[in-house]
């Protein structure tokens, strides 16, 4: 069974750090692109951050690149340390796993699977986590 449990969320003040992780079981780890996503009230989830099945390539959204930074284990966790937060990052951020082919995704190519920017979006992710809530105060 495929799991994924995030931790690490919680209540910051702007320009303060946090550092989300998820812990991830039930497939081969290093075979699927796997990322962070986030969601805030009234808005669609959006992916923050992947990193390629090959771990050799990432992706950041624009509005968090040169802050948020992901990483590995390379054995069942993933880590995104964000730094320097705004209140614009408030969301629940979701750790996902895009475990099977594109030929069951309506809306996904292999070769969209194949890049990772292209692959960090809700559609092409299968397996989800609960999330873990990120407050950013002013």
């Known amino acids: 069974e495929v799991q994924l449990v995030e931790s690490g969320g919680g209540l910051v003040q702007a320009g303060g750090s946090l550092r989300l992780s998820c812990k991830v079981s039930?497939?081969?780890?290093?075979?699927?692109?796997i990322g962070w996503f986030r969601q805030a009230p009234g808005k669609e989830r959006e992916g923050v951050s992947c990193?390629?099945?090959?771990?050799?390539?990432t992706y950041y959204l624009d509005s968090v690149k040169g802050r948020f930074t992901i990483s590995t284990d390379n054995a069942n966790m993933v880590y995104l340390q964000m730094n320097s937060l705004k209140p614009e990052d408030t969301a629940v951020y979701y750790c996902?796993?895009?475990?099977?082919?594109?030929?069951?995704?309506?809306?996904?190519?292999?070769?969209?699977?194949?890049?990772?920017?292209?692959?960090?979006?809700?559609?092409?992710?299968?397996?989800w986590g609960k999330g873990t809530p990120v407050t950013v105060s002013t």
């Open positions: 996902a796993v895009d475990f099977f082919s594109a030929s069951v995704k309506p809306k996904v190519t292999p070769a969209s699977l194949a890049n990772v920017r292209e692959a960090c979006h809700y559609s092409a992710m299968d397996y």
């Open positions: 039930g497939f081969t780890f290093g075979v699927h692109n």
């Open positions: 990193i390629s099945k090959s771990r050799a390539s």
